[in-house]
């Protein structure tokens, strides 16, 4: 007979409090506002961890995304868990700007992700999202971080980001303004379910751990009809079957957020249901979000 001991409690909540305060010190190290010493001690952590050769050195692994917007990334989730166990905010008008922002500055090189390793997938669009004229539309858009990295990829894009949250859009107009796009970035305090525009867009992206349900499903039509023939809609969702813990995980996180947790063939019903075709998944990296996709009919 095999005993199998039950897990040591104290051993787990040890090693992620070592989780924690190794995300903790990556936002710090990477963030460069914080005081020397505390930066210094950070810079240990992350040299110990092997995410740098020396303490004070440049991160490993930074590729097209910068020291910045690792730090949000890093900052993002905790913000988000002590504002939950805090009881603080279990949706994201309670949280603080701090994490709005967090959240929001750890998108922002999405778009570029996007462009290099999803659009092409996407039969022309690319192209389109490239011509004078083009336009997308960001629903959740948040702080507006999306919305200015795809008009900052495809110079010809015009984006309107779409949020029921007055907050967060303030946060937004004043990002955009700072930015080199404000002309093409319009944000406006819009409830999906009830979104409707007959000038018609070449992109949409609905992200539904963001999204309460009702607005999803009453919202997802309505954006799949104010494509133009030929456009696109990406629906952004958790990623299950992966291991039970990170489906655990992924269902926690998406019902703290207020959203919608969709998986791969509830998107791919609400799609074919708003009368889209081509629906299909698409590839992610690992920590990026599951994306399917559906196109208008030209």
């Known amino acids: 007979m095999t005993i199998i001991a039950e897990p040591d409690l104290q051993a787990i909540i040890q090693a ?11 936002a710090l190290a990477a963030g460069g506002d914080s005081p020397s010493e505390l930066r210094a001690a950070a810079s240990e952590v992350l040299a110990a961890t092997g995410l740098t050769s020396a303490p004070g050195q440049r991160l490993r692994g930074l590729g097209a995304a910068t020291a910045g917007q690792i730090a949000s990334q890093a900052a993002a989730p905790l913000h988000q868990a002590s504002a939950l166990v805090s009881g603080r905010g279990i949706s994201w008008d309670a949280q603080s700007d701090e994490a ?8 922002a090189q999405a778009a570029r992700q996007f462009a290099q390793m999803v ?10 999202l ?10 959740g858009t948040g702080v507006g971080a999306l919305a200015v990295g795809f008009a900052q990829v495809f110079p010809q894009l015009h984006v309107l980001g779409i949020d029921v949250l007055d907050r967060a859009l303030g946060l937004a ?6 930015s080199d796009v404000a002309a093409r970035v319009t944000v406006r305090t819009q409830d999906v379910a009830g979104f409707a525009d007959g000038t018609g867009f070449d992109l949409a992206f609905l992200p539904a751990p963001f999204v309460p349900q009702p607005a999803v499903r009453a919202g997802l039509p309505r954006v799949a009809a104010a494509l133009r023939p030929g456009g696109w809609l990406m629906v952004g969702h958790g990623k299950f079957g992966v291991t039970p813990v990170e489906d655990a995980l992924t269902r926690l996180k998406t019902i703290a957020y ?9 998107a791919s ?8 075709i081509s629906v299909r998944p698409i590839p ?6 599951a994306i399917t996709i559906g196109q208008k009919p030209a």
């Open 16 to 26: 992620w409090d070592q989780a924690a305060w190794s995300l903790a010190a990556l």
């Open 100 to 107: 709005l922002l967090a959240q929001g500055n750890a998108s």
């Open 119 to 128: 659009l092409p997938m996407m039969g022309g669009l690319v192209d389109r």
């Open 130 to 139: 490239a011509a004078p004229g083009a336009r997308m539309l960001d629903v």
């Open 173 to 178: 107009r004043q990002a955009i303004d700072a």
């Open 258 to 266: 207020g959203g919608t947790p969709l998986d791969e063939a509830a």
């Open 269 to 276: 019903q609400l799609l074919r249901s708003a009368g889209l």
């Open 284 to 289: 992610t990296p690992p920590g990026a979000p």
